[in-house]
């Protein structure tokens, strides 16, 4: 198993209240498996991904990346996973707007020091999501559609063992959604774990598992 | 292609400022305008400590007499190289050595050059008596293998000539036998000669129809040198409680008040400036920090992607100072810069407004001020800096995400 959750819960006050966003949510994924996570919004889906990427911890259970721990590791080292093996595309648009499309895909590359040199593999991925002709474009001159594939091609760069996207064709058109979603059964095919989160049932065509979060709550379909 | 694609971790910092052009350049400006003030004003300040302590170093004298009403034109003379001529009688001379604590007492005679043909401004002509004299003869000595002939004179650090070359006052040669360093006092504009090589030229100014009258035997003031058990201050009283304070027609001068009165305007100059400087360091570390902490919160979102894409905390916290030592670094030199290039070539300028001594740093002590200026002002962004870092170390990724959408 490339991810396991074991029972990870997140308790979130509002007001006098408390409730839990996320309750003793348990799952696996193995590599080259597509798995789709529906609900509604406000279901938990968001922070259940979070949490699966190491952006927030957990109040209870255990997320383990390729076995480890992911609780156990310092800063550095779940930086540097989610630097090196996770793919994350987060939900609304995450292009950093004072770079160029070219530089938002290479970005990964420079947080963490390298040898190989991202540019050509940058540019054919660009390539593969349709929109190599704007890679010196800046963001503000892009579509909504054009700057979800900027991100996707972002999150491909460092050849993730792992790509975790949360509501990827939210506000995309049919079919710029069909085309994200091709390329997503293509990475699964050639050995990439991906999980998506959406409150699209629509888009769960072609996925190997569907599960289903109500209420902070996950059950397989 | 747009832009440099070849990005580098520093580029994302430079890449952010520039994006926001106004902003950086507001925050330069500000930084550039405090090490302006840090450099300029410690810059004049450290030129007019300098002259001071030129002053007090040539001066050597403990007491000038000079004739009642010219007390001021002596300090003229001294302080801004205003040149002037004055005369008493030469009888005062021995009545002065009488005098118990005086050790030595020696006459100059002064002779206002208005138009010389080697200067831009007027010089002071000083007569000195070779015999008597204590300040001028004993740097002679040192300077000069024999002693200063009739058709010699020794200039001060602002008469343009080398030793060697030849001067002409009142349509006569001198020879330039030695040359003083700068001091930033009138001394720099002042020549010196030997009493008769002075009545000489007194004489030639009256031949070439100048109106001058010198009684025989006058001069213009005494200068006094007080026996080491003696203070300056009671020799001074004993003199005008002698001399009949007020009517004996001579003023007694306290060369070290002249030099305390200087300090004293001095050290209300430089007070000002370091409280204005210290004002400003204040003012700009909080207005930087404000700065930063509102663009931390306006870029949450922006961190919250870079920590998705596996940036450390580390790492963020180093790009926030980077940033700002981007700005610091550049507002540091550009505020050092504008105020060399001010206040450097106009320093002839500064000392008519400032009336006081100003002698410029040397090129160690300068080269000092600019890297404690750059130090000062280049500590601020990262200094105002602090309290957004501590922000980004804490909480969660996800939670600077969230909050960022809001």
């Known amino acids: 198993m490339i991810l396991e959750a074991r029972a990870i819960s997140k308790e979130y006050r509002r007001g006098d209240t408390t409730f839990f966003a996320v309750d003793r949510a348990s799952l696996s994924i193995a590599k080259g498996e597509f798995v789709c996570i529906v609900g509604r919004s406000g279901s938990g ?49 995450s292009v950093l707007p004072n770079f160029t499309v070219l530089q938002n895909v290479i970005l990964p590359h420079v947080l963490f020091k390298r040898e190989d040199d991202p540019y050509e593999k940058a540019l054919a991925l660009l390539d593969r999501v349709g929109i190599r002709p704007l890679a010196d474009q800046y963001p503000a001159r892009l579509s909504g559609g054009e700057l979800r594939r900027v991100s996707v091609a ?41 999980l998506m989160v959406t409150h699209d049932t629509e888009a769960t065509k072609g996925v190997d598992r569907v599960l289903t979060m109500r209420s902070g709550r996950l059950a397989e379909d | 292609m747009n832009g440099n694609p070849r990005l580098v971790f520093s580029d994302i910092a430079v890449c952010n400022l520039k994006r926001k052009p106004f902003r950086a350049g507001g925050l330069i400006f500000l930084v550039a305008l405090l090490s302006f003030v840090l450099f300029g004003g410690s810059l004049i300040a450290f030129s007019l400590f300098n002259g001071t302590d030129g002053l007090s170093k040539r001066l050597g004298a403990d007491i000038l007499i000079v004739p009642q009403g010219y007390d001021q034109k002596v300090e003229g003379i001294l302080l801004r190289g205003e040149p002037s001529a004055f005369y008493m009688d030469a009888e005062w001379l021995g009545r002065i050595a009488d005098v118990e604590g005086v050790r030595a007492v020696s006459p100059q005679l002064l002779i206002a050059s208005l138009n010389a043909d080697c200067c831009s401004m007027p010089i002071q002509l000083i007569g000195f008596d070779r015999e008597t004299d204590f300040v001028v003869e004993p740097w002679i000595r040192t300077a000069l293998p024999g002693a200063l002939s009739d058709g010699e004179i020794v200039v001060g650090g602002a008469i343009t000539g080398k030793v060697g070359d ?13 040359k003083m360093d700068n001091t930033g006092t009138g001394f720099d504009a002042s020549v010196f000669m030997n009493m008769d090589a002075a009545r000489r030229a007194a004489d030639d100014f009256v031949a070439m129809g100048g109106s001058l009258t010198i009684p025989a035997d006058a001069v213009s ?59 400003l360091w204040v003012l700009s570390v909080a207005v930087l920090a404000i700065v930063f902490s509102v663009m931390l919160n306006e870029r949450k979102r922006e961190f919250g992607i ?45 000392h ?4 006081m001594p100003y002698m410029q740093p ?22 105002a800096s602090l309290l957004s870092s501590r922000r980004i170390r804490r909480g969660d990724a996800y939670a600077v995400i969230r909050e960022g959408e809001l």
């Open chain 1, 45 to 93: 889906k968001s922070t259940l991904l979070s949490m699966l990427a190491g952006l927030l911890t957990p109040d209870a259970g255990a997320v383990l990346f390729d076995g480890r721990d992911c609780a156990l590791l310092g800063d550095e080292a779940i930086s540097r996973l989610r630097n090196t093996r996770l793919g994350y595309i987060m939900q609304g648009y």
């Open chain 1, 154 to 194: 972002r999150a491909l760069l460092p050849s993730p063992d792992l790509l975790l996207a949360d509501e990827p064709t939210g506000d995309l058109d049919a079919e710029s959604a069909a085309a994200i979603m091709r390329l997503f059964a293509e990475i699964a095919a050639a050995g990439t774990a991906v």
């Open chain 2, 166 to 178: 030849r001067l002409k006052f009142f349509e006569r040669e001198y020879r330039i036998a030695a």
């Open chain 2, 221 to 279: 003031s005494l200068i006094v040198m007080v026996d080491k058990d003696y203070t300056a201050d009671g020799v001074s009283r004993r003199m005008n409680e002698d001399f009949d304070y007020g009517n004996s027609g001579i003023v007694v001068v306290s060369a070290k008040k002249i030099v305390n009165n200087v300090s004293g305007n001095l050290r209300v100059l430089v007070t000002f400036v370091a409280l204005l400087a210290a004002l």
């Open chain 2, 306 to 350: 870079l920590r998705a894409l596996g940036i450390t905390r580390k790492r963020l916290v180093k790009l926030v100072f980077l940033e700002s030592g981007i700005v610091s670094l550049v507002g540091s030199v550009a505020g050092v810069f504008l105020a060399a290039l001010l206040i450097l070539p106009f320093r002839s300028y500064i």
């Open chain 2, 352 to 355: 008519e407004a400032v009336r």
């Open chain 2, 362 to 383: 040397s090129i160690g002590q300068f080269i000092l001020l600019v890297a404690a200026s750059l130090l000062l002002s280049f500590a601020v962004g990262p200094l």
